[in-house]
C-alpha cells in the first residue's frame, strides 16, 4: 500500500479526546469515538504545512473550489452528478440537522429518526423544540437490523411530521441501506411531504459485496425532497477541522437553509478547513481505496476471533463503517455492569450502547479503524476478561 496504516502514532497529548488522560488511563485502549488511529495522507499534511508557512491568517476568499471538490467526489466515488451550486459550507455535518430543522419545520413539528442511531440525532431535536419520533430499526433472524416500514408509514402520516433524519450507512447499525430500501424510504417520505435530511458522513466506509447509493442520486423527485450532508472526517481522520458541506438540490430549500446559516452568523469558512476538504476529495481517492481493504481485513479478523473465542458476544455482517455493534446482551449485565467489565476488566474503552436509544441496551460500539496490533491486543484482553467470569 501507498499509505502505512500499520504505522502505530502516540495521540496522547495531542488534544485528543480519544485518548484524554483524564478519562482512560495507560492501560485502557480507546476503540469508541468515530475518528482514526491513522495518519492523515501525506497530500492533506503538505498542503497544510505549505499554507501555514505564509504567515497570514486572515478572512478567506469563498473560492468555488469547495464545491467543486464536493461535486468531483459525488461523481467519482458514487456516479452522482450534481451542480455545485448545490454545495453549502458549515463547521460539520450537524450544524445542518439544526439548520432543516429551523428553516424546514415549527416549534412542536416531529422529526424522526431511526434508533438505534447516532445520539446527537435525538439531542438536536429536543433541543430545537420539536418532538422526537422513534421509527425503531428491528433485528431479523440473523441480527440484521431492517426498517420497520409499516411503523414508518403510520409515523409518516401525522400531519405534523415534517422530517426524516436518516443515518445512510447507519450508525450504529452497520447498514448500507439498498436502493430498493432506500426507495421505497423515498416513495413514502414523497407521499406523506417529509423531507429527508440524509447523513452520508460514512459514504466512504462500505464494505464489498455493498454499495453506497446517495439518497439525492435515485431519481429527481428525491432529490427534491432531500439534503445530503457529507464530511471527508471520517474517512480522512479530519474531524478536528469541523468542515462539512450539505447537497441541496430544491432551490427553495436551499434559500431557506441559507437564511438560516446567515441568522446564526456561520457563514465564515477557516482556511484549513476549506484546504483539507479540497485535498481529500480531489487527491486523495487512493488512500479512500485502501484504507477499506485496511479495514476489510480487520473487520474479518474480529469476526473470526468472536466467532471462535466469544461466541457469546453476537454481531450481524458489517456492511459498512469502521463502528463495530457488539452484542452482549446473553453476558446477561446491567448496562453499567457491562460498561464497568469492559473498562476495568477488558481495559477498552467503547462507546455505550445505550446512549444510542432505548433499542442500544446491552449493547457496545467499538472501533476498528485502527492498526491491526492494536486490534489484537485489544481482542486479547477481552476474551481474558470473558474467561475470568
Known amino acids: 500500500m501507498k499509505h502505512n496504516f500499520d504505522e502505530i502514532i502516540d495521540r496522547r497529548d495531542s488534544e485528543c479526546k480519544k485518548y484524554e488522560r483524564a478519562v482512560y488511563p495507560e492501560d485502557v485502549i480507546p476503540m469508541w469515538i468515530a475518528d482514526t488511529d491513522f495518519a492523515v495522507p501525506k497530500e492533506i499534511s503538505n498542503a497544510i504545512i505549505k499554507r501555514a508557512q505564509h504567515p497570514c491568517f486572515g478572512y478567506p476568499i469563498e473560492s468555488f473550489e469547495f ?47 431511526q434508533p438505534p442511531v447516532y445520539p446527537p440525532f435525538s439531542a438536536i431535536v429536543k433541543n430545537n423544540g420539536r418532538q422526537l419520533i422513534n421509527n425503531a430499526l428491528v433485528q431479523d433472524e440473523n441480527g ?42 423515498g416513495e413514502l417520505c414523497l407521499k406523506y411531504s417529509v423531507i429527508v435530511i440524509s447523513d452520508e458522513i460514512h459514504c466512504d466506509l462500505v464494505y464489498k459485496g455493498h454499495k ?3 439518497f439525492g442520486s435515485i431519481n429527481e ?26 447537497i441541496i438540490p430544491n432551490e427553495v430549500m436551499r434559500k431557506n437553509i441559507q437564511i438560516i446559516i446567515e441568522d446564526n452568523k456561520n457563514y465564515g469558512r477557516t482556511i484549513f478547513g476549506m484546504l483539507t476538504f479540497i485535498t481529500a476529495y480531489t487527491e486523495c481517492d487512493y488512500y479512500a481505496d485502501e484504507l477499506m481493504e485496511y479495514l476489510e481485513e480487520n473487520r474479518d479478523y474480529l469476526l473470526n476471533f468472536i466467532k471462535r473465542n466469544i461466541p457469546k458476544i453476537k454481531i450481524s455482517e458489517p456492511e459498512a463503517t469502521y463502528l463495530m455493534w457488539l452484542d452482549f446482551r446473553e453476558f446477561n449485565m446491567s448496562q453499567s455492569e457491562l460498561k464497568s467489565f469492559l473498562f476495568e476488566k477488558a481495559k477498552l474503552g467503547l462507546n455505550d450502547g445505550a446512549t444510542f436509544g432505548e433499542e442500544g441496551k446491552g449493547f457496545m460500539r467499538l472501533n476498528i479503524a485502527c492498526p491491526k496490533s492494536t486490534l489484537v491486543k485489544a481482542l486479547d484482553n477481552l476474551k481474558k476478561a470473558v474467561d475470568s467470569l
Open 221 to 246: 423527485k428525491f432529490a427534491n425532497i432531500s439534503m445530503v450532508l457529507i464530511n471527508p472526517s471520517k474517512t480522512f481522520n479530519t474531524a478536528g477541522f469541523r468542515t462539512g458541506a450539505a
Open 67 to 113: 464545491e467543486k471538490s464536493a461535486q468531483r467526489w459525488e461523481k467519482t466515488r458514487f456516479n452522482w452528478d450534481i451542480e455545485p451550486e448545490w454545495v453549502k459550507y458549515a463547521n460539520g455535518v450537524l450544524p445542518f440537522l439544526m439548520y432543516a430543522i429551523r428553516a424546514l419545520s415549527y416549534p412542536g413539528d416531529e422529526v424522526i429518526i
Open 212 to 214: 453506497h447509493i446517495p
Open 144 to 185: 440484521k437490523y431492517q426498517i420497520d416500514f409499516i411503523d414508518l408509514e403510520k409515523k409518516l402520516k401525522s400531519p405534523r411530521a415534517k422530517l426524516l433524519f436518516l443515518s445512510n450507512p447507519h450508525n450504529p447499525t452497520m447498514r448500507s441501506f439498498t436502493l430498493e430500501e432506500l426507495t421505497k424510504i
